[in-house]
């Protein structure tokens, strides 16, 4: 992600994915998200955390003049996290050399360091890899920030809510809704408002003998559905012996998802956070 | 000149191995290739098995890997299968289901994904996690040689199945850890030397280089070649798709088209030269790779016989192109989407600027497929790709006549869940018969002209890996991996299995030569 450093932080560009998996809708839950990271993620062996902060502090002092203060690049020096160096680097065994004797065919000084704080800077370099190789989708934390999400206009979005988003028909800021901002950190308000992923499909399935039965549905494919009833009992059945009857408490959101623009998205998000 | 040698020497052996006349054949009792033929196409003249009786469709074994799902489409070579996950090769017997060889590599890199083996003569090529090149001796599975193709702490690795063409092994690579650039290699069989290598990212001054904002960004742009492309043995093309421009999302450090991403470019195969290019994702920001199967088929389009390339995109988009010249004959979207503003007049999506991530958040709708296997069926002139956003197999008619969807598939809705997207490939076969999996785990033959559904089977999981058929001692077989099983189903016999002395399956015998006597002896036994 270091490209986009100076636009965007790490964390922000993160942020960007996961909305895209959240409005994607449908394609991947979070989790399944998360999962996929994991086996995509660099796997970069990390030094502990006090030598990657010494590291980085010897970096800013000695280093980061030329190759920049995340070492992706500066006035002089190039970008480390594109160097083979660095990147083949064993605990030193090749930036050790490059540290202590400079490149002076390329107008690199040698840079008085001891050992330790070579290893140190190795440290640090190899937390920067493992942090700008990382660039699957991923949640954005609680932490980040609101205020980069409310660019809405709060009045426009209770306008939305009131009128044309149809909110107001299922939703109310005295009673459901109440105090909804405070429960919720506004990057998971803005995903819990496009898709609110913990409603379930629910059923009633009329059988061959007449009885009816009714329950959140566990598994609906192209020939069977099984439900939970509603004293917790599994059933399932051939779709081809029953009568079916779904009901989808997320039908609105779901029509909702192709009309709404970015400013409805962001309107309502603002009007929303006002519900503390 | 060792190497030379050796190569003549083992040449007699090849008798028993891959035939190289098999790779421009339909593929019916060998499958050659990932794809089956160099037109990608994925449809199979094999008949046995068809609309009337695929009801009836049985197990005739099925193999563990114990190992991750497997995404491979096994080859099928003189009564072996040969497939793959990352870091692992068998082969299997294919009338059996029997392990004759495991070769196994651990390795650092990324492990997605492996698409599968190439074979050569009595030789196999794979690439692995930390993007080196395999050669192994199809008989033993025993290493022949091995050379790397990219460097894996740039965050390369080899997911896809190489190519054969003529004396060349054509690879690509994978990787999105980091700005790195994609290219193709041909190379040789022999020792894995390279012949030539096409870069998808051009150099300062050459064509191209207009669309990229600086020396920089350009160098490293991406352009990842990580699918197995396909062939024209005639225009001696090779057509391949490449991934998305590096750093993936952030479009603003890199203004303009950014060629060669997420475009289909034809190569000349003896060269490494570009002939013409396609880009089906200018400027792309949403991670919306070209490198679905571009498949080769011929046919009238507005009353005049024309060599075509048909690939659904996974931006939505299904693309025809005359595959001689690149030019577009027809794009429409298969499923909605809001990040285009229309066509340029190549006929390529402009993407609205407003639809690039935000911090603040922008509302995509797309619809999308990847690397699971279209298909393309003669019999029917549709094309079949399963998509998501909804499940959806979808067609657009070969002569574009039609272009609207005749029919789609939509897979329920789970609960919590919504649409997971599928990873289902797509066989179609002279038995009128589409196999593919769905949303929710069956395996499922459908008529290919309708969609209705013939055959469905639960079998543990999804499909995982595209399906495959091959014929073996007049026996139809129809492969699908499920997770990291490989399930082989037939039809019955048409005469029942000759009737074997129960002796031999009572487990507990020690030689058979007693089997009478323990037969006698086992009612006692089991008291």
């Not at chain 1, 002089?76 to 083979?84: K, Y």
């Not at chain 2, 066509?343 to 797309?366: H, T, W």
Request: with cysteine; glycine share 10%.
């Amino acid at each position: 992600m270091y490209l986009i450093e100076g636009i965007l932080n790490h964390k922000q560009a993160c942020a960007l994915l996961f909305v895209s998996v959240c409005l994607w809708g449908s394609v991947m839950s979070a989790r399944q998200a998360t999962a996929a990271a994991k086996t995509r993620h660099g796997s970069w062996q990390q030094h502990p955390a006090d030598a990657v902060e010494r590291g980085r502090s010897q970096f800013l002092k000695k280093c980061a003049f030329c190759h920049g203060r995340e070492a992706n690049g500066g006035s002089a020096g190039p970008n480390l996290m594109r160097s083979a160096v660095v990147r083949h680097d064993e605990n030193g065994n090749l930036i050790g050399s490059v540290i202590r004797d400079g490149r002076p065919d390329k107008g690199m000084p040698a840079i008085q360091l001891t050992s330790d704080q070579i290893m140190d800077v190795v440290a640090f370099l190899r937390y920067r890899l493992a942090e700008s190789d990382l660039r699957s989708p991923k949640e954005p934390g609680p932490e980040y920030s609101g205020a980069k999400l409310l660019i809405g206009k709060v009045e426009d979005g209770k306008a939305f809510f009131y009128g044309a988003g149809g909110c107001s028909a299922c939703h109310s800021p005295t009673s459901d809704l109440k105090g909804i901002a405070r429960r919720y950190p506004a990057v998971e308000l803005q995903a819990h408002l496009l898709y609110p992923q913990d409603q379930h499909l629910r059923a009633t399935v009329l059988d061959s003998s007449g009885k009816q039965y009714a329950g959140v549905i566990r598994f609906l494919t192209n020939y069977d559905i099984a439900i939970d009833d509603d004293a917790g009992w599994y059933h399932s059945w051939p779709l081809d012996a029953i009568k079916l009857e779904l009901k989808d408490p997320l039908a609105v959101h779901r029509q909702l998802l192709p009309k709404f623009t970015d400013s409805d998205m962001h309107n309502i998000l603002a009007y929303l956070e006002t519900l503390k | 000149m060792k190497s030379i040698v050796l190569f003549l020497c083992a040449a007699p052996i090849y008798a028993q191995g891959l035939d190289p006349g098999a790779l421009l054949k339909p593929p019916t009792d060998t499958w050659p290739s990932y794809n089956g033929d160099y037109s990608g196409r994925r449809y199979s003249t094999l008949s046995r098995i068809n609309e009337d009786n695929v009801r009836s469709l049985t197990l005739a074994w099925a193999f563990q890997a114990h190992q991750q799902e497997l995404k491979s489409t096994p080859l099928e070579v003189n009564g072996i299968l040969y497939f793959t996950v990352p870091n692992h090769v068998w082969a299997v017997d294919a009338r059996t289901g029997r392990q004759i060889w495991h070769f196994q590599r651990q390795s650092e890199g990324d492990d997605i994904g492996q698409r599968g083996v190439a074979m050569y003569g009595d030789r196999l090529f794979f690439g692995t996690p930390d993007a080196h090149l395999i050669c192994l001796d199809a008989r033993s599975g025993k290493k022949i040689w091995e050379v790397e193709v990219a460097d894996v702490k740039f965050g390369y690795y080899i997911s896809m199945a190489p190519l054969v063409v003529k004396d060349r092994l054509i690879v690509g690579i994978s990787g999105d850890q980091t700005d790195i650039a994609g290219f193709l290699d041909a190379r040789s069989p022999r020792d894995g030397g390279l012949l030539w290598r096409w870069d998808s990212l051009p150099k300062p001054g050459q064509f191209g280089s207009e669309t990229w904002p600086n020396r920089d960004a350009m160098a490293h742009g991406g352009g990842t070649t990580w699918m197995t492309g396909t062939y024209d043995p005639e225009l001696n093309l090779l057509y391949w798709g490449t991934g998305n421009p590096h750093p993936v999302l952030a479009g603003r450090v890199r203004p303009g088209a950014n060629l060669y991403t997420c475009s289909i470019v034809a190569i000349n195969a003896d060269t490494g030269k570009l002939i013409w290019y396609f880009q089906p994702s200018p400027h792309d920001t949403q991670d919306r790779d070209a490198t679905e199967t571009p498949i080769l088929f011929d046919a009238d389009f507005q009353g005049r016989p024309r060599k075509l390339l048909a690939q659904a995109s996974r931006n939505g988009y299904f693309f025809l192109l005359d595959r001689a010249t690149g030019e577009n004959l027809l794009s429409t979207r298969f499923g909605p989407e809001n990040w285009s503003a229309g066509l340029n007049k190549r006929g390529e999506p402009i993407p609205k600027p407003e639809k690039e991530p935000q911090p603040a958040g922008v509302l995509f709708e797309g619809t999308g497929t990847n690397w699971w296997a279209p298909s393309f069926d003669p019999d029917t002139g549709l094309f079949y790709v399963n998509a998501y956003h909804h499940f959806a197999v979808t067609y657009l008619t070969r002569n574009g006549e039609d272009e609207a969807i005749r029919w789609r598939r939509d897979s329920p809705v789970g609960p919590g869940e919504a649409f997971v997207s599928v990873g289902a490939g797509i066989l179609t076969t002279a038995g009128h018969l589409l196999f593919t999996g769905d949303n929710a785990g069956d395996l499922v033959a459908l008529d290919p002209a309708t969609g209705g559904s013939l055959w469905h089977v639960f079998a543990g999981g999804r499909l995982t890996g595209c399906p495959m058929t091959y014929e073996l001692n007049g026996q139809q077989y129809l492969l699908t991996a499920v997770d990291s099983v490989l399930y082989a189903w037939v039809l019955p016999r048409e005469a029942p299995f000759a009737a074997v002395p129960p002796s031999s399956h009572v487990s507990d015998l020690e030689t058979p030569e007693f089997s009478e006597f323990f037969q006698l002896r086992r009612p006692q036994k089991r008291r």
